[in-house]
């Protein structure tokens, strides 16, 4: 494995890590400065909502600048927010914290086109895909660590997360290589760049990814909203508390590291990702329904492997044959792209969730997320058929 690869993958980890960090503990931030729970709700929609314009634009600045230092804006960037938070004093500071990490967080989206640049035909997924895994595996360790050193006051996680976001700004300068080559970046004009709305329409009017891109989209709503909303299904169906729900959260993660590093690998290399799609979102059709309907509160635990068996195979492998069909100098915006699709989701996603719940029933964001990655499911067949044609 390419030494450039494995210090991209502890970046992830160390990010994630972080993020894992602040992100359960956010609301009681807010709450130390006499906020509301709609306060809290409200700066993660107002994170989202600054993620749209923020990922196509830095995705494409790193396309004129090279990965790398876009990739250290954007850790810098995220320790200081950090900071913030840990000495806040006011609403205000909580605000300023999550806008400034809203605007310079796209980490994830750049280490995907660092590992574009990085990676082959044959190789694409397999790289996306344990960036994913780095992704989960800090994902699972910070509210665990969080969680513990919160016990020692409620600053010091988020100091502790500025300390890991700054020592991985510092650990990227000095031993992250740059991945995109001058020859091999975008020239267009620096105006260009600062055009959310033509970055972001630039990459849907490319007709040979629009499909793919859909489905990704129709993939990641059936999936958004369903954390922020377990905790009060599963409670309603079968009162859980939330140290049940804290386990069950742990056990997916487990579920979701066991398919990243250990299946998909051995999958991708046998049956390829135009073969793994079909399969990965027919898994999310059954599992989404499965946890609609389940009986019982024990068979949560299997439908839900059958849900990260479903993910854990196909947003790798459409993530990597979206990115197979753009240019290299590209790339960036591409990702960008991406996150803006995925903040889309992140700010509709609950909503539909939470309406869904509240109006026509408990089960049914869990229905309609098997819907949605049904209607996905008919789209990826539809351009399996017509690739073997």
């Known amino acids: 494995m390419n030494p450039s690869f494995i210090i991209i993958l502890v970046s992830v980890f160390v990010d994630m890590l972080g993020y894992g960090i602040m992100l359960p503990l956010l609301p009681f931030y807010v709450q130390a400065q006499d906020g509301s729970a709609a306060i809290a709700g409200g700066l993660m929609s107002m994170y989202s909502t600054i993620q749209l314009v923020s990922g196509p634009i830095l995705g494409a600045l790193s396309d004129r600048y090279?990965?790398?230092?876009?990739?250290?804006?954007?850790?810098?960037?995220?320790?200081?927010?950090?900071?913030?938070?840990?000495?806040a004093n006011s609403l205000f500071?909580?605000?300023?914290?999550?806008?400034?990490?809203?605007l310079t967080g796209s980490n994830l989206t750049l280490a995907h086109a660092y590992v574009a640049d990085t990676t082959n035909a044959e190789t694409r997924a397999r790289g996306i895909n344990y960036s994913q895994l780095a992704f989960g595996l800090g994902i699972m360790a910070g509210p665990v660590l969080g969680g513990t050193l919160s016990g020692l006051g409620l600053s010091l996680p988020a100091l502790v997360a500025?300390?890991?976001?700054?020592?991985?700004?510092?650990?990227?300068?000095?031993?992250?290589?740059?991945?995109?080559?001058?020859?091999?970046?975008e020239t267009k004009p620096i105006s260009q760049v600062f055009s959310w709305a033509g970055q972001f329409t630039s990459i849907f009017r490319q007709k040979n990814i629009q499909n793919f891109l859909v489905v990704l989209f129709l993939l990641n709503l059936a999936f958004a909203g369903l954390q922020t909303n377990f905790p009060l299904y599963s409670n309603a169906r079968f009162g859980w508390t939330p140290a049940q729900n804290s386990y069950f959260y742990l056990y997916v993660g487990l579920c979701g590291v066991i398919v990243q590093g250990f299946l998909f690998t051995?999958?991708?290399?046998?049956?390829?990702?135009?073969?793994?799609?079909?399969?990965?979102?027919?898994?999310?059709?059954?599992?989404?329904?499965?946890?609609?309907?389940?009986?019982?509160?024990?068979?949560?635990?299997?439908?839900?492997?059958?849900?990260?068996?479903?993910?854990?195979?196909?947003?790798?492998?459409?993530?990597?044959?979206?990115?197979?069909?753009?240019p290299d100098s590209e790339q960036g915006?591409?990702?960008?792209?991406?996150?803006?699709?995925?903040?889309?989701?992140?700010?509709?996603?609950?909503?539909?969730?939470?309406?869904?719940?509240?109006?026509?029933?408990?089960?049914?964001?869990?229905?309609?997320?098997?819907?949605?990655?049904?209607?996905?499911l008919g789209i990826a067949l539809r351009m399996s058929a017509s690739h073997q044609t």
């Open 162 to 185: 500025s300390a890991f976001a700054f020592g991985n700004t510092v650990f990227g300068f000095f031993f992250l290589p740059e991945s995109l080559p001058y020859e091999r970046r």
């Open 333 to 376: 915006r591409l990702m960008g792209g991406n996150q803006t699709l995925l903040a889309f989701t992140n700010i509709f996603g609950p909503a539909i969730a939470g309406i869904s719940f509240d109006v026509i029933a408990v089960s049914a964001p869990y229905w309609l997320g098997s819907l949605f990655a049904l209607f996905a």
């Open 266 to 326: 051995r999958l991708q290399a046998r049956f390829g990702e135009r073969a793994l799609i079909p399969v990965g979102l027919t898994c999310m059709v059954i599992g989404l329904a499965g946890m609609a309907f389940v009986p019982a509160a024990w068979m949560l635990f299997p439908v839900v492997a059958v849900v990260a068996l479903g993910t854990g195979i196909s947003i790798p492998s459409l993530t990597a044959l979206v990115s197979l069909r753009v």
């Open 93 to 102: 500071i909580i605000f300023l914290a999550v806008f400034i990490d809203g």
């Open 66 to 87: 090279g990965r790398k230092p876009i990739l250290l804006l954007c850790l810098f960037g995220t320790a200081i927010s950090y900071l913030l938070l840990g000495l």
